[in-house]
């Protein structure tokens, strides 16, 4: 089976992860990166051939892309670019580590990124252009609205609700039925025991 090509947008940190990521699953084929960065011109053995504004002169090769930068202080920045490739016919392929665990009474949506040693439970849901970092524990009936980053080692107990544009710091722990309002910054290590 031939592998779908894709973009990657991003050359740090986040965007290593996402090679690594889309390498383990053999489904994909990076040809190429955009990077605003312009001291950087490979990242790995990928080619940047561009700034982000760019990647529209390249929607012939293909329009599957992947947003590679995880905009932790700056989610809205993050989920306006999404927006915007959307809205141009840009598609954004759901990236799923073979070595998480999804329920299959559990919903993946468009553009989420599930890294290594995940864990999805039944009835819960993860909206479009998320972020489930390694070891992220996902219990029964979450809701991660869109857009938000869920970082490494982090436990959300059954029935919680994140609200988009949040972040979730590594190994933080929310107790079952807590609501994390939009927009939300939470520290690294934080034990959540009332509403946010």
Same mark, same amino acid.
Not at 106 to 110: A, R, V
């Given at each position: 089976m031939s592998k779908k090509k894709l973009f990657i947008i991003g050359s740090g940190g986040? =965007?290593?992860?996402?090679?690594d990521l889309i390498e383990s699953i053999? &489904?994909?084929k990076?040809?190429?990166?955009? &990077?605003d960065d312009k001291k950087i011109k490979k990242k790995f053995s990928y080619s940047v051939i561009g700034t982000t504004k760019d990647i529209f002169k390249y929607k012939k090769i293909t329009n599957n892309v992947v947003l590679g930068f995880g905009s932790i202080y700056n989610l809205k920045k993050r989920h306006n670019i999404? #927006?915007? #490739?959307?809205? =141009?016919?840009?598609?954004?392929?759901?990236?799923?580590?073979k070595k998480s665990h999804i329920s299959d009474r559990?919903?993946? #949506?468009?553009g989420s990124q599930i890294f290594h040693n995940c864990t999805v439970n039944a009835g819960s849901i993860i909206s479009e252009n998320c972020i489930l970092n390694n070891n992220s524990l996902i %219990?029964? %009936?979450c809701k991660i609205n869109e857009n938000v980053h869920i970082s490494t080692g982090?436990? #959300?107990?059954?029935? @919680?609700? @994140?609200n988009k544009n949040s972040f979730i710091g590594s190994g933080s722990v929310i107790r079952d039925n807590i609501k994390i309002k939009s927009n939300s910054f939470i520290k690294m290590g934080t034990v959540i025991k009332n509403n946010v």
């Open positions: 986040h =965007a290593s992860a996402c090679i053999n &489904s994909f990076i040809v190429g990166i955009f &990077s999404y #927006l915007k #490739l959307k809205k =141009a016919g840009f598609k954004f392929p759901t990236i799923i580590s559990s919903k993946i #949506l468009e %219990d029964h %009936d982090v436990t #959300l107990n059954g029935t @919680v609700i @994140v």
